[in-house]
């Protein structure tokens, strides 16, 4: 895999994407935080699996312009990626908020640069190569 224009432009529509779905993560983890007063942990799970289902509608159409027939096969994929993205997240999250007592949002901003790193670079060379 070399880099070069091409690759740092898909990078950056990955990030673009990554950036919208952080919107619907941190609004759907906050309403079943905060307002519905599910566990923190679930609560980060739903949002993530939210944020990864719209993120993989973006990245196929706009970032990869994947043309794969076999969507069920490429979200599976994807959504393999997302819940390693997830562990990734997940674990971060813990090491930070329980751990080294840091805000919950704070961890959760690095939790979600952890995953994306991961996410990206799993999705390139293996969802949509």
Do not use: H, Q
């Not at 759907?28 to 990864?52: H, P």
């Not at 993205?85 to 090491?95: D, F, K, V």
Request: net charge positive; proline share 0%; with cysteine.
């Amino acid at each position: 895999m070399t880099i070069d224009r091409f690759f740092i432009l898909k990078f950056l529509k990955f990030g673009v994407v990554g950036f919208s779905g952080v919107f619907v993560d941190f609004g759907i983890t906050w309403l079943c935080k905060e307002k519905i007063k599910i566990n923190k942990y679930v609560s980060n799970t739903i949002g993530f699996i939210c944020a990864a289902t719209s993120n993989y509608i973006l990245n196929r159409i706009w970032t990869f312009e994947s043309e794969n027939a076999s969507i069920a096969t490429e979200y599976g994929k994807f959504m393999l990626v997302s819940a390693i993205g997830l562990g990734i997240n997940s674990l971060t999250l813990y090491l930070l908020t329980d751990k080294l007592k840091w805000n919950f949002y704070l961890s959760k901003i690095f939790a979600i640069v952890m995953a994306t790193l991961w996410n990206f670079f799993a999705n390139v060379m293996f969802t949509f190569r």
